[in-house]
Nanobody
């Protein structure tokens, strides 16, 4: 199993910044190598479906972003610390949501149904 724990959410004014973190742990994660898991961020606003935000491939060599966050958000990972990050700049009220990190074996995708492991989420609220 892989356990994921997000942190870093909060309330910020429009135009502000936040950095989310997601720490990964677990026997499977350690046994098979942290480098072999693709990681992603998704978000879910009240009354809406969970949507893709960004993903990063194994070893952090390649990233992909939803059009709505491209140029404002940056996903990164520090495998030595078992930690995934999401730097969010120029936040907008429409970014308000619960943010979830997710992991799956090897291949990064934009489809939430492909991910096997999820954190509990951290809430982000952006005031106008």
């Amino acid at each position: 199993q892989v356990q994921l724990a997000e942190s870093g959410g909060g309330l910020v004014p429009a135009g502000g910044s936040l950095r989310l973190s997601c720490v990964a742990s677990g026997r499977t994660f350690s046994t098979y190598g942290k480098d072999n898991y693709a990681m992603a961020w998704f978000r879910q606003a009240p009354g809406k479906e969970r949507e893709f935000v960004a993903h990063i491939k194994t070893h952090g060599a390649s990233t992909n972003y939803a059009d709505s966050v491209k140029g404002r958000f940056t996903i990164s990972r520090d495998n030595a610390k078992n930690t995934l990050y999401l730097q969010m700049n120029s936040l907008k009220p429409e970014d308000t949501a619960t943010y979830y990190c997710a992991a799956r074996w090897f291949t990064a995708t934009m489809n939430r149904n492909d991910y096997d492991y999820w954190g509990q989420g951290t809430q982000v609220a952006v005031s106008s």
